[in-house]
């Protein structure tokens, strides 16, 4: 086996979800993220905890689709409940075998499901959790690289010393819970919120792998201004691509794209909260160089900002409920990120940097 994936096992086990004896464990996987599994399988055995393994794939969540009605869609899987709420840790490794299975399926129905195991989502994120990617051949192909690029890119900003990296994002975090707001000025950007009373989480790797970015949930009702989110992102196995949002009173007003207008239309009206925002983030891992149409990645790219149509956090006093959690990300090199008085961010240097 490959030394980087048993390194990759080993942060997951000891760094992100911190394992010790007597942990229940569900690990889920897929076909191509066999090695990984194998790994973290045997450094949670090391740590005294007791695995399940869960294996699915793109194509097993489209056969369900194509199968079921949407009555059936509707039943609510009383099974998996009851096993997320005996685990004491949740880890799941992407590696799809097809990126564009689910392209074919209504959104709605997706959306359908969403809300349906939305309580199981609450459950798993109340526990120790990390979502992390093997590296596969078509993430590879959808980022434009061969197999050992991709390898090199997902390792080089995956094995890195979590612990040095996590210092300057708490530096982060203290900075921004100085004041009661936070403001993005860019090229077609001028988007402001309040933050006073809520949190600012330094993701250092404890739930995403990889990560770097410091990130919160803006008071609801707070948001005001426009954005313009450069950089495309996949959702529901479509491209979405040149969105620009307006907000009032922190609701969406208005919206267009350039590319799946239509996919971020049905997305805003899923729900009221799809409407409002539920994070805002600054991303802060300088080890991913460019997009790869892969959120777990892409939001974390230095030099950037992502803020999440829907489901607010409950650990940053987030209080906006819905069925989603849709990230969208802007490149800030030509921008500026203040908080109260404070400059935060500016031309390619965060505050530490200056």
């Not at 093997?134 to 991709?150: D, I, K, T």
């Not at 921004?176 to 006073?196: F, S, W």
């Amino acid at each position: 086996m490959d030394s980087r994936v048993e390194h990759h096992a080993k942060i997951l086990v000891e760094w992100s979800t911190e394992v010790k004896k007597g942990d229940m464990v569900i690990i889920r996987a897929t076909p191509e993220s066999h090695d990984l599994a194998v790994a973290v399988h045997k450094e949670v055995a090391k740590a005294g905890g007791s695995t399940v393994t869960l294996m699915s794939s793109e194509e097993i969540s489209r056969a369900f689709y194509d199968g079921a009605d949407d009555e059936t869609l509707q039943v609510f899987p009383k099974h998996m409940k009851a096993l997320a709420e005996q685990a004491d840790v949740y880890i799941s490794l992407g590696a799809p075998m097809n990126t564009k299975a689910l392209a074919g399926v209504d959104s709605k129905r997706m959306m359908m499901t969403s809300k349906v195991n939305q309580k199981i989502s609450d459950i798993i994120l109340s526990k120790r959790w990390c979502s992390t990617v093997h590296p596969c051949r078509s993430f590879a192909q959808q980022a434009g690289m061969s197999m050992n690029e991709y390898q090199d890119f997902v390792y080089g900003a995956t094995l890195i010393d979590w612990k040095e990296e996590s210092k300057n994002m708490y530096l982060m975090k203290e900075h921004l819970e100085r004041h009661n707001d936070i403001r993005y000025v860019g090229p077609e950007t001028d988007l402001y919120a309040k933050t006073k009373g809520r949190i600012w989480i330094a993701s250092d790797g404890k739930h995403n792998m990889p990560s770097g970015e410091v990130f919160t949930a803006p008071i609801e009702n707070s948001v005001e201004g426009h954005i313009y989110f450069d950089i495309p992102f996949m959702q529901q196995g479509k491209v979405i691509e040149g969105v620009r949002l307006k907000f009032e009173k922190g609701e969406v007003v208005d919206y267009s794209a350039e590319k799946e207008e239509r996919t971020l239309k049905e997305i805003i009206e899923i729900d009221e909260g799809s409407r409002r925002l539920g994070e805002m983030a600054i991303g802060t891992n300088r080890g991913i160089k460019r997009h790869t149409l892969n959120m777990l990645f892409d939001e974390k790219i230095g030099d950037t900002i992502h803020c999440a149509l829907g489901r607010a956090y409950k650990n940053c006093n987030g209080m906006n409920e819905s069925a989603v959690h849709v990230d969208m990300i802007k490149s800030m090199i030509e921008g500026e990120i203040t908080a109260g008085d404070e400059v935060i961010y500016s031309k390619g240097k965060y505050f530490y940097e200056m």
